[in-house]
């Protein structure tokens, strides 16, 4: 897969301002409903699977299809799933801190 280019596909891809240039530029579908409930998930998630790809180790061409290959992935991940049941986002993940109950509470001096 050889395209005429001056910038790498890296460069080329964090110039792109939305998920759905990134689908295109990868020459990849997307379903629009899961972009609209899942936008920021997909993106994190295809970042997670790239992130344990050696990208140092490939030519354009391959970084290319394997960030392709991740976003297809990331995509699908949540076409029948939620954001919350596959816990892209750290928020999913860290431990909940202790609650108090309103009820608990006083005010000082009483």
């Known amino acids: 897969m050889t395209r005429p280019q001056t910038q790498s596909v890296l460069d080329q891809m964090h110039a792109l301002s939305s ?13 629009q ?7 920021l998930h997909v993106m994190k998630r295809m970042g997670d699977y790239l992130s344990k790809v050696d990208l140092t180790a490939l030519d354009d061409d391959g970084v290319y299809l394997e960030a ?8 699908a991940d ?28 006083q005010l000082a001096g009483k």
Do not use: W
Not at 20 to 30: A, R
């Open 19 to 31: 998920a759905e240039e990134i689908f295109t530029f990868l020459l990849l579908p997307y379903d």
């Open 68 to 75: 392709r290959k991740a976003l297809k992935q990331a995509h």
């Open 78 to 105: 949540f076409v029948d799933s939620t954001p919350r049941a596959q816990k892209a986002l750290k928020i999913y993940t860290q431990p909940r801190g202790n609650i108090v109950p309103i009820a608990g509470l």
């Open 33 to 39: 409903a899961v972009l609209n409930r899942a936008r």
